[in-house]
């Protein structure tokens, strides 16, 4: 890493720098003005230079124009005449009732034929590069969402009906909410409503014990519910972006209880919620005091089997690093690797590569560099503005407007708990894997040395999720390109968070599965979603089913924790840092 990236050394200049693009940053919730005004120059530029493309436009806007009157002109004898554009499935801002009803429609679809112009506006103009096109895209939508007359007391029939029927009374109501928000934002307190769940009372309630602590860690062994176990255990490494507790929220949506129930022991890594002491912990810190140092104690409190792995988002690709790793260097203690919603090639990696260039890598490295880190609420506000339909403005409706408050479940409670995470790991994480896509391509060094995930031989079982905008499917799906081992893969129905926990109660679950065998010809993932079958309910019992295959007889359970080992237990579960702010 070089001094600048580290932020070791460097001149007086370059501090003078990095202090002015800090502070920038703090007004431009972290996005580069150079990489947004790049992009926006490069479109405008390439569109002035396309004589042809503004006609293309001018005609298209002629088109919908002439479309638009002929609707307004039948919807105004017909209200249920056929519309002119239908939304994106994903989009339900336009679906209740009122919206049918004169002149809401003509307001709507007035609005979807603005939407779908703009999308042709910022599309397939030649010269522009691929980044800068998807960015002019983000910020067109991200305007027209703010602009969405949803959004708007007077052009939304719900709002309109709601406050005659209430007698403004939803407005006053709103008003309170909004106040109430800005304290709890300024006061830095969790949302209305997250107080009702309690991490280790009503979340994160599978007992267990604390077996290891280091600087990074906490490592939690979970306590047997059958009277006998497979003989290989199963340790889980989650994101250090979130609090692990998301695969063991409320007991009828833990993935560890789930596991233990099916005779499995379960170790889970619980990251501390790193401050300004632990801004130069890098990636390799996070694999050898995480991933492997929780290795050692797994081997250690249950001698002999090999490990079962399971890695969620980042913990996957930190995962993985490890598996190659581990597989470089001799060490054969993995039985199997799970991957859940997690990425080894970065190419295709969603949405989120709109915030990720040099210029915008360098303007975050900057902000971090000054902070000591990436603060929780800078991740989800970037979070935010890629759904900003159902993460914010959808949100200001129901709780200002409507002035209504939905309840919290445990999902969202666990969303509010969100965590940092250090300058230098995060610095290393978005150039070497986003920028630089070092793992796919075998320049990623651990221990001084490249790693290989075409090293990785044991079975892979890798699950996507459909509407995932952080680990896009078809991104996750590459580990097909990547790894020469047998790979079960399983697509299922939910997004990034909703699609992992996916208990057998909840409703509207299904999933399709697919095998390549080890070396097998590789099928892209359309043909493989063609072919693959859909089976209804959750993917957990698909999980437990592989990894039973690929386990010993069941027999009596070991121990929580080996004080002769080294690894005494040190106090019950959720243990002492998931509770840290």
Not at 18 to 38: D, E, Q
Not at 230 to 245: G, H, N, S, T
Not at 428 to 450: I, Q, V
Not at 521 to 546: F, I, K, M, N, Q
């Amino acid at each position: 890493m070089s001094e600048t990236t580290s932020g070791a050394g460097g001149t007086a200049g370059e501090f003078i720098d990095r202090s002015l693009h800090a502070a920038l940053a703090r007004m431009t919730l972290g996005l580069s003005p150079a990489a947004v005004g790049a992009a926006y120059l490069d479109w405008a530029v390439h569109l002035t230079a396309s004589p042809g493309k503004r006609l293309d436009l001018a005609i298209e806007a002629a088109k919908q124009a002439v479309r638009f009157s002929n609707y307004a002109w039948s919807a105004s004898v017909q209200p249920s005449a056929p519309h002119v554009v239908e939304p994106q499935p994903q989009d339900h801002r336009f679906v209740a009732e009122g919206w049918q009803q004169w002149p809401f429609n003509l307001v709507s679809q007035g609005f979807l034929l603005q939407e779908q112009w703009w999308q042709s506006a910022t599309s397939h103009i030649r010269g522009v590069s691929r980044h800068h096109e998807a960015m002019a895209q983000f910020g067109a939508r991200q305007l027209l969402d703010m602009l969405s007359p949803s959004n708007f007391l007077f052009t939304n029939p719900e709002l309109v009906e709601q406050t005659v029927a209430q007698g403004g009374a939803n407005l006053l109501h709103g008003l309170q909410h909004m106040a109430e928000d800005w304290w709890r934002r300024i006061a830095h307190q969790k949302p209305v409503g997250a107080d009702a769940y309690k991490v280790g009372v009503n979340l994160a309630t599978s007992p267990g014990k604390v077996v290891l602590r280091n600087q990074l860690i906490e490592l939690i062994q979970y306590a047997p519910t059958t009277e006998k176990v497979r003989p290989e255990p199963i340790l889980i490494v989650p994101a250090w972006i979130m609090k692990y507790y998301i695969l063991d929220l409320s007991e009828s949506d833990s993935l560890v209880k789930y596991l233990t129930d099916q005779g499995f022991t379960v170790f889970m890594i619980s990251w501390k919620n790193p401050g300004a002491a632990e801004r130069n912990f890098g990636m390799e810190d996070y694999r050898k005091l995480g991933v492997m140092a929780a290795f050692d104690a797994v081997s250690a409190i249950v001698p002999g089997p090999k490990i079962h792995t399971i890695g969620y988002c980042l913990g996957g690709t930190l995962l993985s690093i490890a598996a190659a790793s581990m597989a470089r260097d001799g060490d054969r203690r993995l039985k199997t690797v799970t991957l859940l919603a997690a990425q080894t090639d970065f190419t295709e990696a969603g949405e989120l590569t709109l915030f990720i260039d040099e210029s915008q890598v360098a303007f975050l490295e900057d902000m971090m560099w000054e902070q000591g880190g990436l603060d929780a609420s800078q991740m989800s506000g970037a979070f935010r503005m890629l759904r900003s339909n159902d993460l914010l403005w959808s949100y200001i409706q129901r709780n200002y407007l409507l002035g209504e408050r939905r309840p919290l479940n445990d999902l969202m409670a666990w969303n509010a708990d969100a965590t940092r995470m250090p300058y230098r790991m995060h610095s290393e994480y978005l150039r070497h894997l986003f920028l630089d896509n070092d793992l796919a391509e075998g320049s990623y060094l651990t221990d001084g040395k490249p790693v290989a995930v075409s090293d990785i031989r044991v079975p892979i079982f890798a699950v996507g999720t459909e509407w995932d905008h952080v680990a896009p499917w078809r991104s996750t799906y590459k580990i097909h390109l990547l790894a020469d081992s047998a790979i079960t893969y399983v697509l299922t129905v939910g997004g990034h968070n909703a699609g992992i926990v996916s208990s057998l109660d909840r409703p509207h679950r299904s999933y399709r599965i697919g095998y390549r065998e080890a070396g097998g010809a590789y099928v892209d993932p359309d043909r493989w979603l063609a072919a693959a079958t859909r089976h209804e309910g959750s993917w957990w019992p698909a999980l437990a089913a592989w990894l039973g295959d690929h386990s010993g007889e069941p027999a009596p359970p070991p121990s929580l924790g080996a004080t002769e080992g080294g690894y005494p237990p040190l106090g019950d579960a959720p243990g002492t840092y998931v509770l840290e702010s």
